[in-house]
């Protein structure tokens, strides 16, 4: 990578790390700093992808297409914040880090 987008990158993150203890909304608080709010957004995006869980999914062709599919979190336990669950039918099921599993049986059986 070239020098200029990880000094880039870390002003960005810096910047993020600012807006979260604030109280200002992402448009105010970009306003205020005078930072391109899209800019900004990406980079977010950009920072929220490198702290998601790397989940490798296991692939079993005995399995058929309605069957839950095993998967392995090779993420550190202490960094792992939840877990989105992507059905066919487009509907996408987040379940956060304080949910119990029985809370997580039932959106997983409505849908």
Excluded at 5 to 13: C, D, F, G, S, T
Excluded at 16 to 36: P, R, T
Excluded at 37 to 45: A, H, M, V
Aim: glycine letters at 4%.
């Amino acid at each position: 990578m070239k020098q200029g987008y990880i000094e880039r990158q870390k002003e960005m993150y810096a910047l993020i790390d600012q807006w979260e203890n604030s109280v200002l909304n992402q448009k105010a608080f970009c306003k205020a700093e005078g930072v391109n709010y899209y800019k900004f957004k990406y980079w977010r995006t950009r920072r929220n992808q490198q702290l998601q869980p790397k989940v490798k999914v296991k692939s079993n062709p005995s399995l058929s297409s309605k069957s839950f599919v095993p998967i392995e979190i090779t993420t550190p336990p202490s960094v792992f914040t939840g877990l989105q669950v992507h059905f066919p039918n487009g509907v996408k099921l987040t379940c956060t880090e304080g949910m119990s599993h029985d809370q997580i049986k039932t959106l997983i059986h409505i849908f």
